[in-house]
């Protein structure tokens, strides 16, 4: 299995839209004080399928170090099986978000999480998520955050269109 940055150094200013000036989200010295109406979404990494959206709230997942994320999901929004070198840490601001454990997606195996829950998701542990009615969850972790798909074929930047 081809291992997959989330989101790759050079193009973090690329890739998606940070919700901070880039020097400040690097910055581990920075403090980060944001309200909702100062995130600003954009496209995920091409390692999520299209219609979810993306925000870096602080850090750089791509590089050693914290990070803090947020994703926002359509209803119906599916992340296939994968895993992650690293420790995941997932917390619901909004919505349901559903996760399951193992190599095949089942939505019968999964435990729905509401605003306000809360995952953690040790290294290399394979798991996949969905939401029903779309959902917003900040992902928190300490970087390179590296998306691992169980099945090659289910990674969207490896499709054809792909950007």
Do not use: C
């Not at 089942?106 to 542990?125: D, F, I, Q």
């Not at 900040?138 to 490896?158: A, C, E, I, M, R």
């Amino acid at each position: 299995m081809k291992s997959i940055l989330l989101v790759l150094a050079l193009g973090l200013a690329l890739a998606m839209p940070v919700a901070v000036s880039p020097s400040a989200a690097a910055s581990t010295d920075a403090h980060v004080m944001l309200n909702p109406t100062q995130i600003i979404w954009g496209s995920p990494p091409p390692v999520f399928r299209k219609g979810a959206h993306f925000v870096v709230m602080s850090g750089d997942p791509g590089a050693a170090g914290p990070f803090t994320v947020r994703l926002k999901l359509p209803a119906g929004y599916i992340i296939s099986p994968h895993w992650h070198p690293t420790d995941e840490n997932v917390t619901v601001i909004s919505g349901t978000f559903s996760l399951g454990m193992g190599e095949k997606f089942s939505r019968a195996s999964t435990k729905t999480l509401t605003a306000g829950g809360y995952a953690l998701l040790p290294a290399e542990m394979r798991h996949f998520a969905w939401t029903k009615g779309g959902a917003v969850v900040q992902v928190h972790g300490t970087g390179p955050f590296v998306l691992n798909y169980v099945n090659p074929s289910d990674d969207p930047s490896k499709s054809e269109g792909a950007k």
